[in-house]
């Protein structure tokens, strides 16, 4: 007997989902039969995606969202719940790097950093999370008590990386973050999780493997390989789901064993 997670009459919002993992956690929660509503700055990205799943037969829509604008947060998140539904699944996706020395970072570079991937993504929680605490609380409608947020961070998180110091520090911040929401949300039904992926070949990267320093870093890792956004499949599905009841304020590395 086969084994399914079915996602159908649930609704996914999908931030950062204009491409790489955003726009694959995207086509993976269509196919597994969730609604989804995309969400990013770069608008005809979104509608490049939304008409790819949608040739699938997927339900997908289009959100303009800048995390890093409290006001465009919050409007997109209330337009999605008055077009689509009530989100019951987040996942917390948007996030910006550089590559600087610490002693080389200046301010402007710092918060560029922290005011995406950290107080962009607590904000989109928080505004998702102020909406399925409503639900259970039973003040405000919707068919689906409880919630999934999914917050992306990273294996920089969990291990400290070179010349990436202040994007560690960022992702450090969002694992935190994701274990204070899961102890104060969980007992509503809202479980919280961290999903920390290692060194994934997207289109922002891809030439970057070609090169001698992509080489050598490629020659670092524990099995001498990159990841594909697809190996992440199997675990965005696992924790969007209703079979993850158990699982909250977990913190899980999908890095291929580089983080050990």
């Known amino acids: 007997m086969a084994y399914s997670i079915d996602l159908s009459g649930r609704i996914a919002f999908i931030t950062g989902a204009s491409s790489g993992l955003g726009a694959q956690f995207a086509r993976t929660l269509s196919r597994a039969g969730a609604a989804v ?3 990013s700055r770069r608008i005809d990205r979104l509608k490049e995606l939304r008409a790819e799943i949608e040739g699938e037969g997927g339900d997908a829509h289009v959100l303009e969202l800048d995390v890093t604008d409290h006001d465009s947060i919050k409007a ?10 009530s989100i019951d699944i987040l996942v917390n996706n948007s996030g910006v790097g550089i590559s600087q020395r610490i002693q080389d970072v200046p301010e402007e570079d710092f918060d560029y950093v922290f005011n995406t991937n950290v107080k962009g993504a607590f904000f989109v929680a928080q505004e998702v999370g102020k909406r399925m605490l409503a639900r259970a609380n039973g003040l405000a409608p919707g068919s689906y008590t409880g919630g999934r947020i999914i917050n992306i961070a990273s294996m920089a998180g969990l291990k400290v990386l070179p010349q990436i110091g202040v994007y560690c520090m960022s992702k ?3 694992i935190h973050m994701t274990k204070a929401m899961a102890l ?4 509503f039904g809202i479980n919280v999780n961290a999903l920390c992926p290692g060194y994934i070949d997207t289109e922002i990267n891809h030439n970057q493997w070609s090169t001698d320093a992509g080489h050598k ?7 001498k390989r990159v990841g594909k956004p697809e190996d992440l499949d199997a675990l965005i599905v696992l924790l969007a789901s209703a079979q993850s009841h158990f699982i909250n304020g977990a913190v899980i590395a999908a890095d291929d064993g580089f983080a050990i």
């Open 172 to 174: 450090a911040a969002v």
């Open 76 to 85: 997109a998140v209330a337009r999605a719940e008055t077009e689509v539904g």
């Open 217 to 223: 870093l490629v020659a670092m890792l524990p099995r």
């Open 184 to 187: 104060e949300w969980g007992r």
């Open 37 to 39: 509503v995309l969400a």
